[in-house]
């Protein structure tokens, strides 16, 4: 299975285009002093130097996000030229200041891709921006793909995250050392294609939000999540009652091809799922799979004790039924102005898919 859908993606070339809100590039070839009210601009570069002495100029480049990440000081700005950089980033940031914020984006047209991890713990302030991870080939097993521990106002946008076999495409925690999340965002990436086998409670997704029950608020709007057949493209609890999620804004995502849109559990409090197309449930479980009857709707409502849980206005299509909660959730998931509809995808099964043909499937989901 893993071998046929690897074929498959590298065969459709699955691509997002990274938007840039890149900073233009300075006319000369040092940076901007660190003491400057606009900060440094740092480029990184396939081609460029961890050792350069010139603190990662236009000229003079540094070879590694992990180096440019551990350089940052608030009000830096990254920019990362495109191209293929192997291996784990994201370790040793520097919070960034609600006033001067630390931005990573990709150089303007250009794609950037990470072959391993990017994690950023405690990244306040922090704005990621057009920065695509995948698996590195030869990597094993891991609990996610880009992952955020803690932090207060950062965000995720533009991106494209593919192609795990753990957990998560992207995860969402919290920590003692790092806190919890608070005032996050993440918005308009393409997220899809968690390739886990095994597991005999399908507990695969695309987003996994765990960021503990004092966290929030966030946002996740105006994604594509796809192809998540062994779980739920948003799971919005721990995996037990300890830890899950609070005050989230689950809203405007076109979400497809997944054993279940958003799972809600635990004491998970305040999700709002709102204007959303979930559309072709698409379900391959592991042999031995445990609770597969359960994956009859596309907002599951699992074990949750917790309040304020609801779906609004949102659409879906080739899913049993929009709300389906387990018998012993004491405060469930509720519903209201929601419908069925039929979408008529036009395009292939890629990031640039799934745009609704007919109304009013087009009054939902990320292109609405």
């Known amino acids: 299975m893993l071998t ?47 050792g350069t002495t010139r603190m990662a100029a236009a000229r003079n480049p540094l070879a590694t996000i992990t180096k440019a990440i551990k350089l940052a000081q608030p009000g830096d700005t990254i920019v990362v030229k495109g191209g293929t950089y192997v291996g784990a980033a994201g370790y040793g940031a520097t919070p960034g200041r609600s006033d001067a914020p630390i931005r990573l984006q990709n150089a303007p047209g250009e794609r950037v891709v990470i072959q391993g991890t990017l994690q950023l713990e405690n990244a306040d302030y922090w704005r990621v921006s057009g920065i695509n991870v995948t698996r590195g080939a030869g990597d094993g097993r891991k609990e996610f793909l880009v992952k955020f521990d803690g932090g207060t106002g950062w965000s995720f946008v533009n991106s494209e995250v593919w192609g795990t076999i753990g957990v998560s495409n992207v995860m969402v925690s919290s920590s003692p050392k790092n806190g919890t999340p608070k005032n996050y965002r993440i ?10 086998s095994g597991g005999a409670f399908m507990n695969f997704h695309n987003i996994y939000l765990m960021p503990g029950y004092h966290s929030g608020p966030g946002v996740i709007e105006r994604n594509v999540l796809f192809d998540t057949e062994n779980g739920a493209a948003i799971k919005a609890a721990g995996p037990d009652a300890a830890t899950g999620a609070a005050d989230v804004r689950i809203r405007r995502n076109t979400i497809t091809r997944s054993a279940a849109g958003v799972i809600i559990g635990y004491a ?29 709707a596309a907002v599951i409502g699992n074990h949750v004790t917790g309040s304020g849980n609801k779906v609004v206005s949102t659409a879906l299509s ?41 109304s009013p499937a087009t009054e939902y989901g990320r292109y609405s």
Request: charged fraction near 15%.
């Open 268 to 296: 998970s409090r305040r999700i709002e799922v709102r204007n959303n197309l979930i559309a072709q449930q698409l379900m391959k479980p592991p042999p031995g799979a445990q609770y597969v009857k359960n994956y009859n």
């Open 187 to 196: 918005a308009g990436n393409c997220i899809h294609d968690n390739n886990a």
């Open 4 to 50: 046929r859908r690897t074929h498959r993606i590298a065969m459709l070339g699955l691509c997002v285009a990274a938007a840039s809100a890149a900073a233009a590039a300075p006319s000369h070839a040092d940076v901007v002093p660190a003491d400057s009210l606009l900060g440094r601009t740092l480029y990184v570069s396939p081609q460029g130097s961890d």
């Open 318 to 358: 080739g899913f049993p039924k929009l709300i389906s909660n387990t018998g012993d959730s004491s405060r469930p998931v509720k519903g209201a102005l929601t419908r069925r509809t039929t979408p008529k995808f036009s395009g292939r099964v890629s990031c640039s898919g799934f745009v609704p043909a007919s």
